[in-house]
């Protein structure tokens, strides 16, 4: 509790100060720094603060303006004012009180510390005075000797530069039998200019001659190491900088260190293409065995068909070696030649014969022909990586690779090295993608191939349904227990299989695009890689395989569709669909969403796909239709065309044909069912299963079979049924269906009847053939009303088949209505 009083009131206490303080300066008229203010003083006499206060007039003035209450309150007020003053001056009284007790003692010590310094300058004074004395004293005495001395001294520096010039070839000697190289040269530049200058002497002539002899010998033996190359690198550059300094050519020693490095770092390369083989042949065999023996029966994601090439190394060690070596190498080349030729070359003698010049544009020309070779190798090494089960390991190797140039550009700024290896990256990252994209059309052409097989196993009930003539197999055999049994199963399947794949495919492209990764700072990565090579050429591209391929199943040749089942079809139709509705949406959202797509570049909108999807499911879906409804066309025009109308037998019951039309739309139904949603029907009337069928069309209103039958019967009639056909509606009997079962049942049954109406116009009848068709469309009628979106449709076709039958019957009896009902009610 007191520590927080103490604490609260210190700020309080300073602040209480500086406001007494400045009162008090207020009233004495100073100013901030304690001056006296030269601002104009108040002259009012009530001012209470000001010089000219009279008390009276102050009185006076509050008697007339104030009430009684007012004058109270600046009484009580007045009263605290001039307490808290006398309180503060009491304070500053203590206070300077302290402050001038502790002024005069610092006083009283300033003085004594002063008398004791004026004793000690007194006597350095005294001591300065005396030694002055002594040096003139001694200047004095050793003046007449100075010129002499001096003379000596220079006769002794001057013997002892004769004596070296005269030891000079020993010394050089010396040096070459300790084989201490940079000394013989630092003597020899020291005595060079003066044995040039007095070479007509003889004396200095021989001694000249003797020594160039000796550094001739020594030139030779720095030129037989730089040759040899088995020294180290720091050996090597000092015998070049001795070169240098002996005046041999500097381009040609430019040349010799190139070519002498060229050589290491020739090897480095080497021992890197070694680690490249060639595919070995017999791998390639294997692969076209595997490749030619069919797609595996499993649905298990598949990312890559054929196998990668296994080099002694992988790529991750393959790219170090190539870093640890010939980068590091080329480095150091890099930094000596540097040193040696431009660096040291840009001051004393050299600079002016432009060797840095001349030696920088060599090393440029020495680093982009030795990078080329080095590039090529890395480029070779990764075309070999095939496989695109674990891109980690290419990711990393990229990136060290390009993290290791990085020392090149910093070592050399202009050179262009950098950008080649960035280069590569960007072309090895857009033939992932390529890669990648392959990968996945295989995965999705080995999904459908596993689907086919799914479908050609042996089938199995399936809700309630059994499969017949062209149906689909949808369920396992036997031996196949975890085989899905249904087409919205294998729907399921497949689109998860499909959506799974996409997600682990862009999960393993964007360790391109991880923050760990130096190049993907770049501009391409952030950018093109992300909008042009992972959202359009591997996305979308694969939505439109997924498309184009789908479709190319609508255009093999033949009415029966080709060996595609229709169940295959059907269930293709049905994956654009939810392409269209859900699939492409989420899959370019999480694309976007993932890699952070900037629309910067022209990309495909959604709109685009979603339509392209929706057309492909539509002409599947029409293709199924057709194939099912040629399907059933096909009983149809064999069960006519093989039968003997004219002399056929009188009916007893309804044609197997028959029987089995009814049980193939069933079972089409109930496969369409399993996909899509039942669509809307027009009402049905209540006799729709009893409807009768008269031998000619309904608006035909003549006496059946008269007596007086003439040959002119007949046109009347045909007359009146193509009248009737002017103001019927047209049935379109290929036209598009919707996405509903009603729809693809009446495409169907459309294309049959026709069919079947096409196929009776063909023949010619008897009476009992008229009879049978009568049987025939009757059973058709009480089961196929049910499967369309509108009754009439089968009324009006079945009346059509009736009525061309009884044109094309030689005797046009009809059987009676009851008796063709009790035939097909026992059928």
């Not at 700024?413 to 996945?440: D, F």
């Amino acid at each position: 509790m007191d520590a927080d009083t103490d604490g609260s009131g210190g700020p309080d206490e300073s602040g209480r100060r500086r406001k007494v303080h400045g009162m008090l300066k207020l009233y004495y008229g100073l100013d901030e720094e304690g001056k006296i203010s030269e601002k104009s003083q108040s002259l009012d006499p009530c001012d209470i603060n000001g010089p000219h206060f009279d008390p009276e007039l102050y009185l006076n003035k509050l008697r007339r303006e104030c009430s009684l209450a007012e004058l109270m309150d600046q009484e009580t007020c007045m009263v605290k004012q001039i307490r808290s003053l006398d309180s503060d001056m009491q304070t500053l009284v203590y206070e300077n009180y302290n402050k001038f007790i502790s002024a005069t003692d610092t006083i009283r010590k300033m003085k004594n510390d002063f008398k004791k310094m004026e004793d000690e300058m007194d006597c350095l004074s005294a001591n300065m005075a005396a030694i002055t004395d002594f040096s003139a004293n001694i200047s004095g005495t050793l003046q007449d000797q100075h010129a002499q001395i001096t003379k000596l001294s220079a006769v002794h520096t001057l013997l002892r530069k004769l004596q070296f010039l005269f030891e000079l070839p020993a010394r050089l000697n010396k040096c070459l039998e300790l084989k201490a190289y940079a000394q013989a040269v630092s003597f020899h530049r020291r005595a060079r200019c003066v044995l040039q200058q007095y070479s007509h002497l003889p004396s200095f002539k021989g001694i000249q001659d003797d020594c160039h002899a000796i550094m001739d010998m020594l030139a030779q033996e720095l030129r037989q190491r730089f040759r040899d190359g088995g020294t180290s690198a720091k050996d090597l550059s000092e015998c070049v900088e001795l070169l240098l300094q002996l005046d041999e050519p500097a381009e040609e020693l430019c040349d010799k260190f190139l070519s002498h490095a060229r050589s290491r770092l020739e090897a480095d390369l080497q021992g890197l293409e070694a680690e490249i083989r060639p595919y070995p042949t017999a791998v390639k065999d294997a692969s076209a065995r595997r490749s030619s023996a069919g797609s595996p029966t499993d649905s298990s994601p598949k990312t890559s068909s054929l196998p990668s090439p296994t080099p002694n190394t992988d790529i991750l060690e393959f790219i170090d070696r190539g870093c640890n070596e010939f980068v590091s190498s080329l480095c150091l080349v890099i930094a000596s030649y540097q040193e040696l030729f431009i660096n040291h070359a840009q001051t004393g003698e050299l600079a002016s014969k432009n060797i840095p010049q001349m030696a920088n544009r060599k090393l440029h020309v020495f680093v982009d022909d030795l990078a080329a070779q080095y590039f090529s190798l890395v480029e070779r090494r990764i075309q070999e990586e095939k496989g695109v089960s674990d891109n980690s390991l290419l990711v990393r190797a990229l990136d060290r690779f390009h993290r290791r140039l990085q020392a090149v550009s910093k070592l050399l700024p202009n050179s262009t090295v950098p950008n080649q290896g960035t280069e590569i990256v960007i072309r090895a990252a857009t033939e992932r993608v390529k890669q990648y994209l392959a990968a996945l059309q295989s995965f999705y052409m080995d999904s459908l191939t596993d689907v086919r097989q799914a479908l050609a196993a042996p089938r199995l009930s399936v809700a309630g349904g059994t499969g017949s003539g062209g149906g689909p197999h949808l369920g396992g055999g036997a031996t196949s227990r975890d085989a899905p049994n249904s087409l919205p199963e294998l729907l399921s399947i497949l689109s998860a299989s499909i959506l799974n794949q996409i997600k682990s495919v862009l999960a393993s492209v964007h360790l391109f695009t991880a923050k760990d990764i130096t190049f993907s700072n770049k501009p391409y990565f952030k950018g093109e890689f992300c909008s042009q090579g992972v959202r359009e050429s591997l996305v979308v591209n694969f939505i439109k395989f997924v498309c184009q391929s789908s479709r190319q199943f609508c255009e093999s040749a033949g009415d029966k569709g080709g060996s595609t089942p229709p169940a295959l079809l059907l269930l293709l139709s049905r994956l654009c669909l939810d392409f269209e509705t859900s699939t492409i949406s989420y899959i370019l959202t999480l694309t976007d969403e993932q890699f952070l797509v900037q629309h910067h570049s022209p990309v495909t909108p959604v709109t685009i796909l979603c339509t392209e999807a929706r057309e492909a499911a539509q002409k599947l879906l029409n293709h199924y239709v057709k194939v099912q409804g040629l399907n059933i066309s096909q009983m149809l025009r064999k069960s006519v065309e093989t039968r003997d109308w004219v002399n056929t037998i009188e009916p007893r019951n309804v044609r197997a044909v028959m029987k089995r039309v009814v049980e193939d739309a069933t079972s089409i139904d109930v496969q369409v069912g399993l996909l899509y949603e039942e669509g809307v029907r027009k009402a049905h009337s209540s006799d729709s299963s009893k409807r009768t069928f008269s031998v000619y069309s309904s608006s035909r209103q003549q006496v059946r079979y008269a007596a007086s039958y003439t040959p002119s019967a007949p046109m009347d009639t045909n007359l009146l049924s193509n009248i009737h056909k002017l103001f019927s509606e047209r049935i379109d009997i290929f036209s598009s269906v919707e996405f509903n079962k009603v729809s693809v049942m009446t495409g169907i049954i459309k294309i049959s009847l026709k069919t079947f109406l096409e196929c009776v116009r063909l023949r010619t009848f008897g009476r009992y053939g008229l009879q049978q068709i009568q049987v025939d469309c009757h059973y058709l009628q009480m089961y196929l009303w049910r499967f369309v979106s509108d009754e009439n449709l089968v009324h009006f076709l079945l009346d059509e088949i009736v009525g061309s039958c009884a044109h094309r019957c030689l005797d046009p009896s009809p059987m009676e209505q009851s008796v063709i009902e009790v035939i097909c009610e026992r059928g």
